[in-house]
Structures are given as structure tokens and as C-alpha cells.
């Protein structure tokens, strides 16, 4: 009985300590999902970034102005620590994977990216999405879509009307508020990864 | 004319660093002592706000059961017995019961969450009884659901946040395709409740297909209530286990108290410690100033007036110390919240170390008169001193 209510008050703990703040995006388990997107790699590093601290209120516009939206939701604030992974062979960079929450129609979707070191997709991953049609949205050929693409090409995309997509196509016509909110997560994560590794634009620090 | 108390201010002047490291010293045992003491007040108080927080003194379910989501979650979501909800009836006949609320625990494994499929619990709840004993519970948006409703959903600040869900938003059972609508997103608790899915019991109970079934009862027991006898009577129901928070509140209190033992342990040597430094430091200077102390009576000074002046430099340091000593409590507060965190085995919610005006005075006063006790034998020594022997001594 009483190991039990150990076992019980200690996890009532572990959850308290991570009730501090907004809530990030991490992988689940790193040190097997990074292995995963990169077999060769020898180490990685974690970093943790917020909007706030890299840059204020000032990037957080500049984000939002890019990005051609404002950031909604009671969950999509200044304060969100972002986690970004640079993975590492010996000293040299291979690539780096950062993911970002997103607001889904029947619960919030993790966005994963996974990029070479210069900006570019080398992998899409939904770490987690909640709908009956989940399983078409985290296929390969669905994933697989995302492989190549950039910044650059997303930088049209209108989040709000969902115009000038980028060349990836929805594999679930009556998921279509899921597809929208998929390609949003996209072109935020990789704003996000502009800013905090490959351009470093608006930030103070 | 310069008084008695200016007197033994210079005095301790003249050797600086001396009195500084007693006072450091006496400032180390008065921040272990206040700490301590403020760990005492600091973590029952936070207990029993812990235990308060359940709503309930006693939680009946089946022999067995793994009764809360956490446990549920580390056995992945198996083991799950059932009490038949008729048994609520039977416990309210007992007139030692004010309220009591059904709860039904459900877990499903996501297919979709993370690389091999993740759980997800649901409390299937009563909203005509939970939510009154759970009155601390307050609302970041929306409501509870009304006791009629069957499709609607409160999720905890924590679960909302992880699934991006606000007011109004849809939630999915997945599994079960169930939709729900949101229709509450509560505050931060701190506690288990912002990760739970609360979830009208009966549309859990059908959806499970668990119709009358449940996996708890909470009971709040009325204020003059015998709650060890009302226990032993819950006891006599057939395969019942019965969890009461006062045992559960005794058993942590009773492993938290070896750490107490361990750092009271401490706290006394610290003491014992700045004790033996205070009569050190006063006894030297006693002896530093044989002389004069001899000359000092020479000229009129009366052996009280001589006893006077060293147990004042006792008082200063001893003030003085203190004073350092809960001012360095008070600043480093949360680091020794945080240090002791990481030593015991369970700490609850809020501030572990809290320190109040009467914890300051009480250190105040206990450090001020142990310095003062300490300072008797030098005072002594110095008040004894006989003029024509010290001058004398003067050439030696």
C-alpha cells in the first residue's frame, strides 16, 4: 500500500513540475527518435528558445507578419519554449528537427520537421494528431510530400484561406480543416527555424 | 560621554575579521534554524492543501483497483475493476456521509500519439456531485457540464494545452470516434487535475459499455464524524478497499519526519557550533584586553559594569548573526525549497519553507539567548579580573 502511494505522490510530483509555463513541443523519446531521422549521427544537442527571451515583442510580430496570421488560441503565446535538436556526426552538423503544436479540428497536432543543414525538408513527421483519419495524415506518402521543400516554399501559403499551397496534397477530402492546419504548422515551424538557426532575423540575443 | 554599549561596539570593531566570521557563524545556524523551522510550518501546510485539493477524505473502490491515472497509466491502462454504482445508495445510509460522487476512470490507446501509440484517460464524472466537492476548481474558460449533458467535455489547463483545445472546440474520443464539445478549460491546480479529460459519467458508462459500473466513490465525511470507525464500517463491505487521505497524509508526514530528525540533527550542531564560536571569540577578546579591563576597574569600573560590556558584545554579535541569518533564509527560501525537494520522498505543492513574523521572532529570541548564555563564562572571567594583578601582568 505503501510503495503504492509513493508511486502515486511521486507522479502527482513529476507532473507538477512540469506545469511551470507554456507548453513546448519535444520529441517523445529523443534519444530513439533522433537515431530514427538520422542513423549516422553520433550526438545531438538540445536547445531550448522562446520568442520572448531571443528577440520580445518586436519578433513576435515580425513572426506574425511573416508568418500572415496572428499567433491564436489561448496556447500559441510569447512564452512558448520552442525545443530544437541540432544533430551532430563527430563535430559536424548533419541536421536538425523542431516541432511545433498546432491547433487541430479534434485536438492539437504535433508538427515535426526534420531538416538538412541548410533549411531544407528532409522528413515530415505528425507526432501526434487526434481524428479518425489520423493514420492517412502520418502515412509516408503523405509525409513523403514534404521531402525538398523550404521556406521559400511556403512563403505564399495563406494560412488564413488556405491559397497558394505548396506542392503537397491532401490524402483525406473530408479532413480538409486537419490538411489546412498541417500545411500552418508547416510554414510556422519553419518560420520558427529561420529565426532561431538558419537566418537569425529579428533576434536580440 | 561614551556609554557602555558604544564601548563594547568598538571593542568588537578592533578585531574585524574575528567578529565578522562569529557573526557568519551564528548567521549559518540561524538560516538553518529558521529553514527548518519554516520547512516544518511550510510543508504541512502544503499537505494538507494537497489533501484538500482531492475533495474527498476516502476514496472506495474495488480490491485491487488501481485508483488514480497516474498508476493507471504505468499499467497501461489494465486492471481496471469495477464497484457496482448501487453501492452508492448503501454508503449513503451512513449517516456520518455528506456528499459522495461516483468516478469512472477509462484509458484508450491512441493509435495516432507518438511512434507506437500512446494512453489517454478519461474521468467519467457526476456534475450534479463532483464538482461540489471540488469547489477549488476554478474555470480559465466555459463551465462544467450541466448534469443532463451526455456529449460535452472539461478539460484540465494541462490537457487543453496539449490538445490546442479552447470553448466550443471538438474533442475526440479516439477509438471510441466519440466527439465531444468543450465546453470548460479549467485553471492551472498544480495538481493531477490539469492533466485529466473530465467526461459526463454516464456518456463514459455507454460509450465503455460500463452502464452502472464504477471505478471510485469519493466521500466527504461530515466535520464530527468518527472517520477511523465510518472507515472500518466501509471496510465491511465485500470487496471494497478504502483509501483515506488521513492515512495517506500520516504515512508522508511519517516518512518526511527522518529527514526532520536528520536536519534538526544539524540544525543542533550548527547551534552547538556558534555557541562555542561566541564564547571563543569573547573569551579572546577577555583575554586580549587583560590589561585594560584591569585599568578599566582601576579608575572606578565596577565588576557589573565590566560583566555589562562583554555580554553586550555577546548581544551584538548575537543580533547581529541573526539578523544575517533570516535575512539569508528569507532570500535563499526557494533554493532550499528547491535542495529539499530533491531530498525527500514527497513533496507537495507550494512553497515548502515558509517563513513568518513569528518564526523570525522566535529565531531571534532563541539565538539571542543561547549568545547570551554562551557569553555568562567570559562576562565572568572578565567581571573576576583583579586590577593590581592585570597592571601588573603588564610587563610580563
Not at chain 1, 483525406?172 to 492546419?181: L, S, T
Not at chain 2, 471494497?240 to 540533527?265: D, E, F, P, R, Y
Request: hydrophobic share 45%; aromatic share 10%.
Amino acid at each position: 500500500m505503501k510503495k503504492i502511494l509513493l508511486l502515486f505522490f511521486g507522479l502527482t510530483l513529476l507532473f507538477q513540475t512540469t506545469t511551470l509555463g507554456a507548453v513546448g513541443c519535444d520529441l517523445n523519446d529523443p534519444d530513439r527518435d533522433v537515431k530514427r531521422f538520422f542513423p549516422q549521427m553520433t550526438n545531438y544537442r538540445t536547445e531550448y528558445l522562446s520568442i520572448k527571451t531571443l528577440g520580445g515583442e518586436n519578433l513576435y510580430l515580425l513572426i506574425q507578419q511573416r508568418y500572415g496570421d496572428k499567433f491564436k488560441g489561448l496556447y500559441e503565446t510569447i512564452d512558448v519554449p520552442y525545443t530544437v535538436y541540432t544533430v551532430l556526426k563527430g563535430k559536424e552538423i548533419i541536421g536538425y528537427i523542431h516541432g511545433v503544436n498546432q491547433k487541430g479540428k479534434y485536438g492539437g497536432l504535433q508538427v515535426f520537421l526534420v531538416f538538412d543543414p541548410r533549411g531544407t525538408i528532409i522528413r515530415q513527421y505528425f507526432q501526434k494528431m487526434t481524428a479518425s483519419y489520423a493514420g492517412k495524415f502520418r502515412s509516408d506518402s503523405f509525409s513523403s510530400q514534404f521531402i525538398g521543400l523550404k521556406l521559400a516554399d511556403f512563403i505564399k501559403y495563406d494560412v488564413v484561406t488556405g491559397k497558394f499551397p505548396p506542392k503537397v496534397k491532401n490524402p483525406v477530402p473530408e479532413g480538409e480543416d486537419d490538411f489546412k492546419a498541417a500545411l500552418r504548422g508547416a510554414k510556422k515551424n519553419l518560420i520558427l527555424m529561420d529565426i532561431f538557426v538558419f537566418n537569425r532575423q529579428g533576434r536580440e540575443k | 560621554m561614551i556609554n557602555i554599549y558604544q564601548v563594547a561596539y568598538k571593542n568588537l570593531l578592533r578585531k574585524k575579521t574575528r567578529s565578522m566570521l562569529t557573526v557568519l557563524g551564528i548567521a549559518l545556524s540561524a538560516w538553518v534554524l529558521v529553514s527548518l523551522f519554516g520547512f516544518n510550518n511550510g510543508y504541512e501546510q502544503s499537505l494538507n492543501h494537497d489533501i484538500d485539493n482531492l475533495g474527498y477524505q476516502l476514496l472506495v473502490t474495488a480490491k485491487g483497483c488501481p485508483y488514480e491515472a497516474a498508476t493507471l497509466m504505468l499499467k497501461g491502462g489494465t486492471g481496471l475493476r469495477y464497484l457496482k454504482e448501487e453501492l452508492i445508495t448503501e454508503i449513503n445510509k451512513n449517516q456520518e456521509v455528506e456528499k459522495i460522487t461516483p468516478m469512472l476512470m477509462q484509458v484508450v490507446l491512441d493509435p495516432n500519439k507518438g511512434e507506437s501509440g500512446g494512453l489517454t484517460a478519461y474521468l467519467g464524472i457526476d456534475a450534479a456531485t463532483y464538482p461540489g466537492m471540488k469547489t477549488f476548481l476554478k474555470f480559465q474558460a466555459g463551465n462544467w457540464f450541466t448534469p443532463s449533458a451526455s456529449n460535452e467535455v472539461v478539460m484540465g489547463y494541462e490537457a487543453a494545452e496539449l490538445e490546442q483545445r479552447e470553448v466550443g472546440d471538438i474533442y475526440l474520443i479516439p477509438e471510441k470516434n466519440l466527439e465531444l464539445k468543450v465546453v470548460g478549460v479549467l485553471k492551472r491546480t498544480g495538481t493531477q487535475d490539469d492533466g485529466t479529460i473530465f467526461v459526463p459519467i454516464k456518456t463514459l458508462q455507454q460509450v465503455f459499455g460500463k452502464t452502472g459500473q464504477v471505478t471510485g466513490l469519493g466521500i466527504k465525511v461530515s466535520k464530527n464524524a468518527d472517520l477511523v470507525r465510518f472507515e472500518d464500517k466501509m471496510y465491511n463491505l465485500p470487496d471494497v478497499q478504502v483509501v483515506s487521505m488521513v492515512q495517506v497524509k500520516q504515512t508522508i508526514l511519517n516518512l518526511v519526519g527522518t529527514a526532520k530528525v536528520m536536519v534538526l540533527s544539524i540544525a543542533i550542531i550548527a547551534i552547538v557550533i556558534a555557541l562555542l564560536g561566541v564564547i571563543n571569540t569573547v573569551l579572546m577578546s577577555v583575554f586580549e584586553r587583560y590589561q585594560e579591563i584591569g585599568i578599566l576597574k582601576s579608575i572606578g569600573a565596577m565588576p557589573l559594569d565590566i560583566f555589562k560590556m562583554v555580554w553586550t558584545e555577546t548581544l551584538i554579535l548575537c543580533a547581529i548573526g541573526s539578523l544575517v541569518g533570516i535575512g539569508l533564509a528569507m532570500i535563499l527560501a526557494q533554493i532550499s525549497d528547491l535542495l529539499i525537494r530533491r531530498i525527500i520522498p514527497y513533496a507537495p505543492a507550494g512553497m515548502l519553507v515558509q517563513v513568518d513574523f513569528s518564526l523570525i521572532l522566535f529565531t531571534l529570541l532563541v539565538m539571542i539567548a543561547i549568545g547570551l548564555l554562551g557569553g555568562i563564562y567570559p562576562a565572568w572571567r572578565a567581571a573576576s579580573i583583579r586590577p593590581l594583578e592585570a597592571i601588573r601582568s603588564e610587563g610580563e
